[in-house]
Nanobody, 126 residues
Framework: QVQLAESGGGLVQAGDSLRLSCAAS????????MGWFRQAPGKEREFVAA????????AYADSVKGRFTISRDNALNTVYLQMNSLKPEDTAVYYC???????????????????WGQGTQVTVSS
C-alpha cells in the first residue's frame, strides 16, 4: 500500500505557473504508474496527466497538452505536475493517484488507479 500527499496548490492569476508535488510513502513507488486528476465544483473528476514507472512514457488530456508537464523522481518518491499558462478553467482540486498493476501501461482511466491523495486546491483568477 502507498500513501500519497499532494502539495503546491494555491491562488494564482491567469497566465501564471504552479508546480504541484505528490510525495509517496513506501519503498515501491517506482513500481507504480502515476497520474494526476482534477475535479472542479459540480463536475466529475477528470484525467489530467499520467507517467509510467520509469518516466519514459507520459500522457496528457487535450485541455492541458502543451501547458502542463508531468515528471517523477523515483529516488525522492515524488511525482510533479508543472502547470504553465494557467487558465480560470484549470481551477479545481488536483489529486495524484497510483496504479499498482505492474503489467499495465499508463492509463487515463480513473477507476484503474487504486491509491489517491487528499487533493490540493488550485484556483486561477481571471
Amino acid at each position: 500500500q502507498v500513501q500519497l500527499a499532494e502539495s503546491g496548490g494555491g491562488l494564482v492569476q491567469a497566465g501564471d505557473s504552479l508546480r504541484l508535488s505528490c510525495a509517496a510513502s513506501g519503498r515501491t513507488f517506482s513500481t507504480y504508474n502515476m497520474g494526476w486528476f482534477r475535479q472542479a465544483p459540480g463536475k466529475e473528476r477528470e484525467f489530467v496527466a499520467a507517467i509510467s514507472r520509469s518516466g519514459g512514457s507520459t500522457a496528457y488530456a487535450d485541455s492541458v497538452k502543451g501547458r502542463f508537464t508531468i515528471s517523477r523522481d523515483n529516488a525522492l518518491n515524488t511525482v510533479y505536475l508543472q502547470m504553465n499558462s494557467l487558465k480560470p478553467e484549470d481551477t479545481a482540486v488536483y489529486y495524484c493517484a497510483a496504479d499498482p498493476i505492474r503489467w499495465r501501461s499508463i492509463t487515463t482511466t480513473l477507476d484503474e488507479y487504486l491509491y489517491w491523495g487528499q487533493g490540493t486546491q488550485v484556483t486561477v483568477s481571471s
